[in-house]
């Protein structure tokens, strides 16, 4: 079964940086859609950046300049690296992938169909 598993989260400084993971299996990469949504208490779930099979990505605005996605084929990971974070950060961040071959980078939730439990990021000061 396809499974997603999320690391890395913490608590940092209001200008900290962290770097999310994410493990996969079940699936291949190279044939994959993923990408990180967040979700903060009383707010919808929102992407935060997506990216496709042939490693094409698209950012939310909120995060174009800070955050950077990136996957480690070898080790079937995902990546999230966040810099600079600001108080409007803090959320459970999650990963997802769509297995299917004609997918395409998106920031839509209705796009992606395995999750993973998510990981929690706090941003004090």
């Known amino acids: 079964q396809v499974q997603l598993v999320e690391s890395g989260g913490g608590s940092v400084q209001t200008g900290g940086s962290l770097r999310l993971s994410c493990a996969a299996s079940?699936?291949?990469?190279?044939?994959?859609?993923m990408g990180w949504f967040r979700q903060a208490p009383g707010k919808e779930r929102e992407g935060v950046v997506g990216?496709?099979?042939?490693?094409?990505?698209r950012y939310a605005d909120s995060v174009k300049g800070r955050f950077t996605i990136s996957r480690d084929y070898a080790k079937n990971t995902l990546y999230l690296q966040m810099n600079n974070l600001q108080p409007d950060d803090p959320a459970m961040y999650s990963c997802?992938?769509?297995?299917?071959?004609?997918?395409?980078?998106?920031?839509?939730?209705?796009?992606?169909?395995?999750w993973g439990q998510g990981t929690q990021v706090t941003v004090s000061s």
């Open positions: 990216i496709d099979r042939y490693d094409t990505t």
């Open positions: 079940g699936y291949t990469y190279s044939g994959a859609c």
């Open positions: 997802a992938a769509e297995a299917k071959s004609y997918c395409s980078t998106s920031l839509e939730v209705g796009a992606f169909g395995d």
